[in-house]
């Protein structure tokens, strides 16, 4: 049914059973990673490649990788971790081009409601890596620069996989940003901007290792 035929109180439960839903499904991940980019990356292509290496890398490591669900950089960090006894899952949205669920999720789950999702990515996430992508990409990357900024979140790793793609936004952030004063050091430095999968899984699988020590020794 069209979301804007349901009264008010209707959508509340809704958007409640979605929460509950999501919740429910993912309550026993565990330390999982979410990794965003381009849902238009072709398989066979340099970032897809990489993205599939990144998910079966975590997946060795026992890490889950949670995803939008789509094609492209999504199913590319599905299908890697996919191969691996390490879950998998894929986050999928409803949109007016129907977005069809790539194959590769253990679990997957389906939302109406983009700030569900959203919470879905940042409530189960100790880390986000984000590989090259479009306006969708750059939404979830600042927003979980906003969250770790304003003490909403446990601070984690914000890994940026592609020096040339992201060198230009780089560097408005230390010119504009940065220099002008709108963010300090600090802010400037909560993410770090890696060549290659390998160079991200590295300060993924460190910074679990972390936690993992931080829980046993607390």
């Known amino acids: 049914m069209d979301d804007s035929k349901i009264p008010e109180a209707w959508r509340v439960l809704r958007i409640q059973s979605e929460l509950v839903d999501g919740i429910e499904s993912l309550t026993k991940l565990g330390q999982a990673v979410t990794v ?19 998910g079966q890398l975590l997946g060795v490591e026992k890490i889950p990788v949670i995803t939008g669900g789509g094609p492209g950089i999504m199913e590319a960090t599905n299908k890697g971790c996919y191969s691996t006894p390490t879950n998998t899952v894929g986050l999928n949205i409803t949109l007016p081009s129907e977005q069809q669920p790539n194959q590769f999720q253990d679990i997957s789950l389906e939302f109406r409601y983009f700030f569900v999702r959203k919470f879905m990515f940042v409530k ?11 306006y969708g990409t750059l939404d979830e ?7 770790v900024q304003t003490g909403k979140v ?9 020096q040339e793609y992201w060198q230009g936004l780089i ?25 290659s999968a390998d160079a991200a899984a590295n300060i993924i699988v460190q910074h679990v290792r972390m936690l993992k020590a931080q829980e046993l020794s607390g």
């Open 171 to 195: 560097s408005w952030l230390k010119d504009d940003l940065a220099g002008k004063g709108f963010i300090n050091e600090r802010e400037y430095n909560l993410f770090s901007v890696v060549a």
């Open 141 to 147: 990357l600042f927003e979980a620069l906003t969250l």
């Open 36 to 54: 965003f980019g381009s849902a238009r990356a072709k398989p066979g292509t340099h970032w897809y490649e990489e993205a599939e290496k990144l």
């Open 154 to 162: 446990r601070p984690f790793p914000i890994v940026m996989v592609g």
């Open 124 to 134: 189960y996430a100790v880390g986000f890596v984000v590989f090259p992508g479009g």
